[in-house]
Each structure stands twice: as C-alpha cells, then as structure tokens.
C-alpha cells in the first residue's frame, strides 16, 4: 500500500522549462492589460465630486467580510445563491490551487506533498472545479430557459459564463490527459480528473493523451490569462469593484441616504443645484455604475416598476454607466489634455474645486437616456428596496433624488400636483393644499397642552401634517395622546407653531425649502429646550433623526410605536382587551427599511391580539411600498398602475381581518388601495396605537372615550 506521505506530482508536467516562461510572460501582459483597464475606470472616478467613504476602517472591514467574503446579500435569493456560490467559491479554490502550484515551482518550497496534495491539491480542488461547471450550467439554463425579467440579456453575459465554462473543462481535461498518459498512483484522490483519464483511455494512447495534454494545457492557458485581461472591460469588473464598493458604502442608515447640499456656495460659484450632468455626482456615485453586476434585483423590488410603470433603478445604473464610457470627455464637460479634476477622494461631501465651464459643457443626463426621463424620475417612491436589495450597496435612490432637484430647483419643472404641495408648504407650512383643518382640531375633548403652555413637558409630541391634518388620521394621534395620558407621561405639543419637516419638500426635490423649513424648526424646538421628541409619522421620526442633526437639532428621537411598547414593558400601559381578529403588519419604508425599527410595532400587534401578526411575503427589510413616499401621495397615479393596489392584493392574500400600520401616509394609501380591491370582504385599516387604545380601555372608558 502506498505511503499517503510520499504524493506528490511533477509541476508543469509534459511542458518545457523553456515554455514555461512563455507562460509567465502572458500572465504578466494579461496583468498589464487588466490593470489598464481597471485604471482606466478609476481616472474617470476621480472626475467626480469627493465623498469621505475611506473612515471608520474597522466598520468597513466588518461590512466587506459580511458582504463580499460572506455574500450575505447575494445569497438572499436561493436560485441565485446556488450558482453564483458555486462559481464564486470554485474561483477562490481553484485561485488558491494556482498559487500552491506557483510556490512549489517558483520558490522550490515542497508544499504539494502528502496529505495535504491529496485532500486540498486533488480532491477539495476538483470538486470545486465540479461545481463551477455545475453553477455555469444552472447560471446559463436560468439566461436562455427560465429567461427571469429582471436580468439584462446581452452576448457579453453568455461569453462570459461560457468562457468560465471552457476554463474549468480544459482545467479537467489537463489533469485527466496528465493522470492517463502517466498512470499517475494517486489519480484517484482526483475523481473527475481520473473519470475522463479512464475514458481516454479506451480512445486514446498514452502518446496521443500526451500530445492532447499539451495543447489542452495551452489552450487552458490563453483562456484564463485572456479572461483575465478582458474581464475589466466587462461586466466581470464588479469581481474587483464590488468589494471596493462594499467597503466605501455609506456606513449611516439609508433614511440619511441623501446627500446634503450647500445652496449658498453652489448659487455664489453658479454650480447647478442637483445633478444635471455626471459632472455633478461624487466619486463614488461613479464607482457605483462600474460595481453594478446586472443582476436587477434593484428593479426586480421597485414598487413603481411592478406595477408597470417606466422607472427601472437598474436601467438607469447601467444607462449611466455605458454613457460615462461612450464618450468620457463629453460627458464631464473636459476640454482636451484635462484627464482629470484632482479631486480626493477623501474629500467631504461637497464639490472641490472645478471650473464652472467644465461643469455647464457637460452632456446633459436627464431626458437623454432613456431609463432618466423626467416621467420615470417622478415615479420613485423613495423607499429604498432598490438600495436594500443590491449585493454591491449600489446607492441609486439618492441619484433619482439628486436629478430630482435639478429639475425642481433649476428648471422648475415637476408634476403639477407636487408642485401644489410645495407651494402650500411655502405659504401654509403644510403639504395638504385644500385641508381646511387646524393644527388643533384633532385635540378637541382633550387636555393636550402645547409647549408655550407647558411647563414639566418631558417630551414633545411632534404631531405631524398627515396626523393633524388629515381627518382619518386624527383617529390616530388622538389614540396616542389618550396613550401617553392613561400613562401618566407629560407630554405636549406644539400647536399652531408646528410645521412640516421638510421631509416631502426634500424627496420631491425642493432642498431650499427643506433647508428653510428645518433651520427654522430647529430653532423653535431649542427654544423651548425640547430633548425628546414621540411621533406618529415615519417621515418626521426619519428627518429628525437622521437629517436635522446637521442643523442643530439633536433630539432623543422615537416612534410612537417604540415608546408605547417602552410603556407596556414598564407597566404603565395594562393592556386588558384582546383582539380576536386575523391582523397582519404593513412596514412603513421609513420605519422599518430604512431605520431598522420592525419589532416595536409588531409588538404593539401582539399585546393588542390574540396571536402574532400574520406576516405578509414582503416584509420587515424585504417589505414593499404603500405608494406614498417620495412625494407620491400627492400624485394621481394611473388606475392600472397603483403601488397602493399592488400592497392591498398582497394584504388581501393574507386572509387577514386588520391590517395594522405605523404611519399616517400609509394609513390613506393602504384605505383607498383596500376599498379598490377587497370586494365584499370586511377588511380594516388600523394603526398600531388606535389597537393598543382598543385593548386598554377598562370598562368605564370603553365606548365613552372611542376615537
């Protein structure tokens, strides 16, 4: 029996010492190429405006070990998760199996020896090398069979998953020719080398498989030093890019996902206001167009583009992407001998210094692609699944956002309605042009102080525009008023000096107003020494805690949900009714999605009923839009086309009796989509606090003080 301490093989079998170093010098110029290719897309990065994303090192670490190393977002969905784990884990092994070879040959080191070229060298390796053919199989059956919409079919694609393809079969068929021509001892540790070795052997001499050696291991060479100088000039990039861009994303909660502007400085230089051109975007936007991998998970989750309409974050990634390498110069607006502005990439997040000529000749984005037409812009809800979704933290609701505001800032251009909701933020300091409701009205029969009146508030109720405003809605703030008494906490409100965040003014695209309406909110609220702050509205919760901070408004910030669930557990709230209906639970976006805040309301479900929330196929991280974010609410979208109507289909297939929500916006969403859709079946709207009210009332309030 054969001592298992003694395998081994010869390195570089069957080829000359002196071809040998052919070899090594088209490794070298396939490196060259492939890092001119890479360097070539960094140089035109740099002409971007700077972005800080190189701090916080230890964090970024953390965040590329979880999502490059361990895929922990590409894996999410299973078809996906099997081949690209398959090719990608393949890669690693069979990368590191190279290097093993190279340390053995190159530096004379004995590493491929004994047990470890038996188990690692052989076996691990070629079943690896299995499984990439395997995952190119699955990955070209789902392109050309299962044909998903969300995927970008181009000829590149298939190239490449057929060039991964050849590469590991001629890898096999040099280890199996090498294994039948020698009757190599230890060919067995090698399964699938050793299969095609025994087949060979009954068509082929040992002469033969040895001449077919060396032209299968010729041909495996050009195929991987080709592949490697290619790869930088396709979408294969993303293998060096997206790591990169994992580590450089944004480390803040993507409710503070947009960028702040300097409106001041940008009118005194005459930059434009938003994104009129690439010229406008940070480095990192740009680094975000070469990291994509065409995957479409971003589309495949938008609300707008499920219920049909034109806006596609993927399309309008991949069309600013091919726009940016078509023509760079143009597109930056660079005369000729400027390659780049010089701008750090660890600069802050406004604008280093540029030419304002540059700038004003640079090709115009909005309208002249396809996929950033104005009408596809104005469809964004803001809600952020296309940023949650995407393997490679590509941040593409921020860029709608940006383009939004040059056309709102610079050309005055956006839907008509939108534009009535500005202006009555502008004259009333509400969205809600026609209301003829007060800040005060939902208060009647309450004893609710403002803040000029009271004098031991220990938090602010910030009531909201859609809570105080909207008549359905004042259901809910007074719930939460009635709340915060029965548990003995001193709150107050402030009234009719209260105004909207600016949240709707912002997501439209209007950032002066924004600007305007928080310098002048955090100003009242320091006044009056506010330190905490309850609300019912996500969007306000989001703009105080995520935006106002920069303006001086730091605030202990909480959703009603969290601080009446903060009131179950300490025993100021005793829950004594039980609900016996079927309640499943709505994520608001800007709860749950982008500030993480999922179980709080869900609590408030389970004190209120009987039995756990139902929980709807799109939920928490993965849940999908009401319709009203992003400035939608004030939009009359087409019948055929409804966000809110696709969440009511999705709310209806639940069975359940309640659906429970945590924000006024889709409160009036989820009502009109479910009156559209539920028939004759009796299905309610509900917020989290008019439940926990329900359940609380003792006999001697119940029905003498319903909302």
Known sequence: MMNPELATREVFWNIPHSLVWVMYLMFVAS????????????QIWRRGLSAKRFDRPLERLKLL???S??????????????????IYTGFIVLALATTVVAIEYDLGLPVMQGRFYLYFQSFIVDVFGVLVLIGVGIALYRRAIVKPRKLVYTDEATLILTA???MALTGFLVEGW???????VWGKWSPFGYLLAQASAAMLSRNAMRAAHFGAWWTHAVLVFGFIAWSPFTKMAHVVFAPLNIYTASLRPTGAALKNLDIEKAMESGAPLGVKSLAQFTWKDLADFDACTECGRCTGVCPAHTVGKELSPRDIILDLQKFMHANPRAAFGLPNGNSSNGNSANGGDQAASRKPQAASEALPIIGALAATSPAALWQCTTCGACMEAC?????QMPKIVDMRRFL??????????????????????HPFKGTQSTRVDWTEGLQVQTMAEAKDAEV???????????????????????????????????????KCTGDPARRIGNEFLFEMLAKENTEKLNHYGVKKIITSCPHCFNTFRNEYPQYGGEYEVFHHSEYLAKLVDEGRLAPLEKNDKKITFHDPCYLGRHNGVFDAPRQLVQIAARNAPIEMAQSRENGFCCGGGGGMSFIDEPKDQRVNQERARQILATGADIVAVGCPFCTTMLEDGINARKGDRDVRVMDVAELLWQAVQDSTTNGANKN
Request: net charge neutral.
């Open 178 to 184: 090498r294994i039948g021509a020698t009757d190599e």
């Open 391 to 395: 393997p490679v933290f590509i941040e």
């Open 164 to 166: 991964i393809f050849l």
């Open 31 to 42: 490196m060259a190429v492939a890092a001119y290719g890479i360097y070539r897309r960094v």
């Open 460 to 498: 602010l109720f910030w009531v909201g525009c859609g809570g105080a405003l909207i008549e359905r809605n004042q259901k809910t703030v007074r719930a939460t008023a009635q709340l915060l008494h029965k548990a003995g906490v001193k709150f107050a409100i402030l009234g009719r000096e209260e």
């Open 65 to 67: 070990l979880k999502h």
């Open 408 to 429: 709102v800032m610079e050309e005055a251009d956006f839907p008509d309605t939108m534009a009535d909701a500005v202006t009555s933020m502008e004259t009333r300091g």
């Open 69 to 86: 190393a361990a895929q922990q977002r590409t894996v999410r969905e299973k078809y996906a998760a099997i081949f690209h784990t398959f």
